[in-house]
């Protein structure tokens, strides 16, 4: 359970993350609430994931590694962003990283 906590948590913080572009700078009320709730809802989410004796290393090394992945892919995918060999690499390092400490123990 812990973990579907902190799935709709990462979710929740991606769809804040996009929603934060879409807002061009809060200009756009009706995205800056989107960013708000989401927010809100993905640290509520999170807190519960710790709450069920998630460890928060563990926790916050997948929220970040799954996050920024999945908002690099909006960005290209969907905001018109640039995909070079930098960014993937650097992609693939922090999800290398995420994947070392959580097989390592280093997390727990």
Known sequence: MAWLMLAG????EVVATTALKLSDGFAHKGWALVVA??????FILLAQALKMQMEVGTAYA???????AAIAAIG????GE???LAK????????GGVLVLNLT???H
């Open 82 to 84: 640039s995909l070079t």
């Open 105 to 107: 123990g280093g997390a």
């Open 62 to 68: 997948v929220w970040a590694g799954a996050g920024t």
């Open 9 to 12: 948590a990462i979710i929740a």
């Open 76 to 79: 290209v995918l969907f905001l």
């Open 88 to 95: 993937v690499a650097g992609i693939a390092l922090i999800i």
């Open 37 to 42: 709730a989401g927010y809100a809802t993905a």
